[in-house]
């Protein structure tokens, strides 16, 4: 066991997720390095006809060319509204299967996907899974370009200790949309996630959260002891 790696996991994570494609469906690539996994699988799956007539929308630019790579053929969320399954990775996940995600700057894409699909499966090694929110992965919150650091207070007044995501050139990072993302750290967690996302939403300037809150069905966890799936209460 020892010599299981954090890929290795993954690779677990993405198999369990693969088994859940059936031939007719549209789904919703995520984004990531467990993705990666997934779309490897998909690809795999395509190639030799055990799965037909599948189609995807991607949620990242890297998620499009990785897709295509792959073979796997892509659609629009305008042509497909609704989506039989997404797919994705997380950087954290509670007990209540309550997310924080957006370290990899995809997150308005990802949840728009995921509002869309009927079935959101989230595929992660145990190294993502917490008691509460935020005491891993600080909260990415997407932001209009346009004096995105007057938002600085604002995040620091809510109990977060800001910083602005760069790039390997020191300048702000942009999302594939064009937006900064400001990566929000909480000392001891975020005590309330639903206040804080309410109070996100209403600030102008603020495009969207990496709090992806009620929106996973499923959510498999790999770890060295086997693989284990937290289900939503409905």
Not at 69 to 90: C, E, F, K, N
Request: hydrophobic letters at 40%; proline letters at 4%; a negative charge.
């Amino acid at each position: 066991m020892d010599s299981v790696t954090a890929e290795d996991l993954k690779r677990l994570a993405a198999e369990q997720a693969a088994n859940h494609v059936e031939s007719g469906m549209r789904l919703g690539l995520g984004t990531g390095s467990t993705v990666a996994h997934f779309l490897e699988l998909l690809g795999e799956r395509l190639k030799t006809g055990r799965v037909q007539d599948v189609a995807g929308v991607p949620t990242s630019l890297w998620t499009e060319s990785e897709a295509r790579r792959l073979g796997i053929p892509l659609v629009s969320l305008a042509a497909h509204a609704r989506l039989d399954l997404a797919v994705d990775g997380t950087d954290e996940v509670d007990p209540n299967t309550d997310l924080i995600k957006g370290m990899g700057g995809a997150l308005l894409r990802e949840k728009m996907v995921a509002q869309a699909a009927d079935h959101l499966l989230i595929i992660a090694d145990d190294s993502k899974s917490v008691d509460r929110l935020g005491t891993r992965s600080p909260l990415p919150v997407e932001v209009v370009a346009w004096e995105h650091e007057s938002h600085i207070d604002f995040l620091t007044a809510n109990g977060a200790e800001v910083t602005v995501r760069r790039g390997e050139d020191g300048t702000p990072f942009t999302s594939d949309n064009g937006n900064v993302v400001l990566d929000c750290r909480f000392a001891d967690g975020i005590p309330d996630p639903r206040a804080l996302d309410r109070a996100l939403q209403a600030r102008a300037g603020v495009v969207e959260t990496g709090l992806f809150l009620g929106l996973a069905h499923e959510v498999v966890i790999a770890s060295r002891q086997g693989v284990r799936v937290m289900r939503r209460d409905p």
